[in-house]
């Protein structure tokens, strides 16, 4: 292979958007047409085979970092997997069907969500648990905390926006896990907004909360979401934090594995994902964000949002896709 020397802050421009928006795009396709079907296992495993196909038909050296799983549990796109054709290294962390019950009901939200940074600038995180808050831009640093109490964060935002803790909603996962949390925003007289998934999105709702309504995200999710969604802010502004929840030996070994020393740590968002950093999601169903994946008879119709950190640009993209061959289920 032909050796590519690249200056580490160029790396990301050598990689066109439009090839990532490529990728989201074959992988939201192939998991609108299990739109509805009730099966979640068959519609994720359509939208990664899909993804993997057009990864690794990208001019890249990539190592996936955040994906399915850790090697036993996911026999493709798993951590640690090395896709692409060759080229500049990079970090890739993908969600190829975020919201995988959103799909399978056919419910609002449900997104096809990859990023692609310089090699050694995501978290390489383990396939755990993450404690999350989130806030749009334009607050002094440090105005919310993971290690304050839900009602503080609530007060203090809403001191920092000049407005009554009443006119903030926060954004949450509806987990039985969140009932005290819940309760200790609504204590505020802030409101809540719950979601059954989704939590890339529901991070990167709080960069707009004029057209979204959203002021914070907090609450515990998935890991992996959680670095991608820090991808996302980056480029479009906010602050975020994240500390793992590693209650278990066996997690704490799996950490250390991946070069987690301190098992306590609060990320915060650079820390989370670093350099320049490009994010691409395509809807599968309608939501927020995104338009979900259209039929036609003669033509395929999708919505994309890519993000670039280094620039602070954010593209959409609709597409009306007539070489329907390229949808095609492959072997």
Known sequence: MTDITVPQGKIIERILSMELVRVTERAAVAAAR???????????????????????????????VIGEGERDEAPMLFIG???????PRVD???????????????MPGSIAVMAMAESGTLLAAPDVYMQKIAIGPGYPKGVVHLDARP??????????KGVDPSEITALVLDRPRHADLIAAIR???AAVRLISDG????????????ETGIDIYMGIGAAPEGVLAAGALRCIGGQMQGRLILDTEEKRERARGMGVTDPDRVYDMEDLASGDVIVAATGV??????????????????????????????????????????????G
């Not at 009730?38 to 996936?64: C, F, S, W, Y």
């Not at 999105?201 to 960069?207: E, H, K, L, N, S």
């Open 81 to 87: 997997e090395k896709v692409g054709a060759g080229g």
């Open 34 to 64: 299990l739109r509805g079907h009730g099966n979640e296992k068959a519609a994720d495993q359509a939208a990664v085979d899909a993804m993997r196909r057009e990864l690794n038909r990208l001019p890249i050296e990539g190592t996936v």
């Open 285 to 330: 169903t309608d939501g927020a964000l995104l338009r979900g994946v259209r039929f036609g008879k003669n033509v395929i119709e999708t919505e994309t949002i890519v993000y670039r950190s280094v620039t602070g640009t954010v593209r959409r993209i609709i597409a009306e896709h007539r070489d329907l061959s390229k949808f095609q289920l492959e």
């Open 199 to 210: 939590d890339v999105a529901g991070v990167i709702y709080t960069a707009n909360p004029d």
């Open 92 to 106: 890739i962390a993908v969600d190829p069907l975020e919201g995988t019950t959103l799909c399978a009901k056919d």
């Open 151 to 160: 009602e503080d964060n609530i007060r203090n935002l809403a001191r920092a």
């Open 187 to 189: 204590s505020t007289g």
